[in-house]
């Protein structure tokens, strides 16, 4: 293995390769022509790049750099520098960069807005408490996992095919703007909710030890691998065909976790029934809910709620939400609903509350309403 080497003397090179060896140190301070530099894996505890600006390609990983300057390498479009020390790293005169790889340092903070051209962002392993990516609208592959991500924004990366933030602190992610999405490798965050509905490229899907209580897969039609284990309270994963599923998929679940024929109800009209329950992705017309709060603490404003006869020992509260809530008698005209329909108060306040700011579309409709305390109705 080298430990030393002299190329000073070698100013018509325009590519050096010395990866793999045991050099503590390198002048290519007369190598002004070079286009690629790659020394990964050597000792080196600086590397001055200052007058290579033709450089391209620099790769120094797994070196025990504690900074690097490249500011001066305008034309650089690959630049690989992880598993160093390194604690700040500006690439902000690098505007042609398509590929930043620069894992496992010391980061706390990238800046990466002028790096439009990016389409490969690897940057896990940091330190990072936040990231903007709203302006590298190309980006195809991002690997932030292992850092201090408190939430994420994707919205804008509509190429991106696959995303790594796994370990980190998430406890929301939006995808649904990335439909080319491949790969989604969530697990370690706190999600407590994950809509891949949007990305029917899927076909790979690890979003295990996180909070998740349901999960459709029934609008992934070539997803063939997922693990969510670790997920206590998921009971049931959405998929078109449970069949081929278990025959085609590479399948992680815990004991606990079914595959479930269909896909999650989304409403706008939910229902509920004294026979239906209130697990995730319930409150359609087969699979309604059992109680009326938690229907409405489901739905979203302007949806509607039908309520099935029978009696509902409960204390409702519209909670700010500006929906309807009826009994049969709202669609089906049926006025034997109204004494059919029973919401029971317990004694315990009002039976239901009306109070947060609903506005005038919001309807309580065909019930009878019985022990409520104070009022059956209260407005505050």
């Not at 939400?321 to 919401?343: E, H, M, R, Y």
């Amino acid at each position: 293995d080298l430990t030393a080497l002299d190329v000073s003397a070698n100013t018509a090179l325009t590519s050096l390769y010395g990866g793999n060896n045991d050099l503590t140190a390198l002048d290519v301070s007369n190598n002004t022509a070079l286009t690629v530099l790659s020394f990964g894996n050597n000792d080196l505890t600086a590397l001055d790049v200052s007058a290579n600006t033709a450089l391209t390609l620099l790769s120094c990983s797994q070196n025990q750099l504690d900074s690097l300057d490249v500011s001066a390498n305008t034309a650089l479009t690959h630049l690989y520098c992880g598993y160093n020390q390194i604690t700040s790293l500006d690439v902000s005169s690098n505007t042609v960069l398509g590929g930043l790889f620069c894992s496992w340092n010391q980061i706390t903070s990238l800046d990466v807005s002028i790096n439009t051209a990016l389409t490969q962002l690897y940057c896990n392993g940091n330190g990072l408490t936040a990231l903007e990516v709203s302006s590298n609208t190309v980006l195809e592959g991002m690997l932030c996992a292992n850092n201090e991500l408190t939430s994420l924004d994707v919205s804008n990366n509509t190429a991106l095919e696959n995303l790594q933030c796994y370990n980190n602190p998430l406890d929301s992610l939006d995808v649904s703007n990335n439909t080319v999405l491949e790969i989604l490798h969530c697990y370690g965050n706190q999600l407590t909710s994950l809509d891949v509905t949007s990305n029917t490229a899927l076909t790979q899907l690890n979003c295990n030890s996180n909070q998740l209580s349901v999960l459709d897969l029934s609008y992934n039609p070539v997803v063939n691998n997922i693990n969510t284990t670790n997920n206590d309270s998921l009971s049931c994963i959405y998929v078109l065909d449970i069949e081929y599923a278990q025959a085609n998929w590479t399948i992680n679940i815990d004991e606990w976790t079914s595959l479930c024929q269909g896909n999650v109800f989304s409403g706008p009209i939910w229902h509920v029934s004294t026979l239906g329950s209130d697990s995730p992705g319930g409150g359609s017309d087969e699979n309604p809910f059992a109680t009326i709060q938690h229907a409405i603490a489901s739905v979203d404003t302007g949806d509607t709620i039908i309520v099935h006869p029978g009696t509902y020992v409960e204390n409702v509260d519209f909670g700010g939400k500006s929906i309807v809530l009826g009994s049969n008698w709202l669609f089906a005209n049926d006025t034997t609903a109204v004494d059919s329909t029973i919401i029971d108060g317990n004694h315990s306040g009002p039976v239901v509350t009306i109070s947060n700011g609903e506005d005038s579309t919001t309807a309580l409709i065909g019930f009878t309403l019985k022990n409520g305390s104070g009022a059956a109705i209260g407005n505050y």
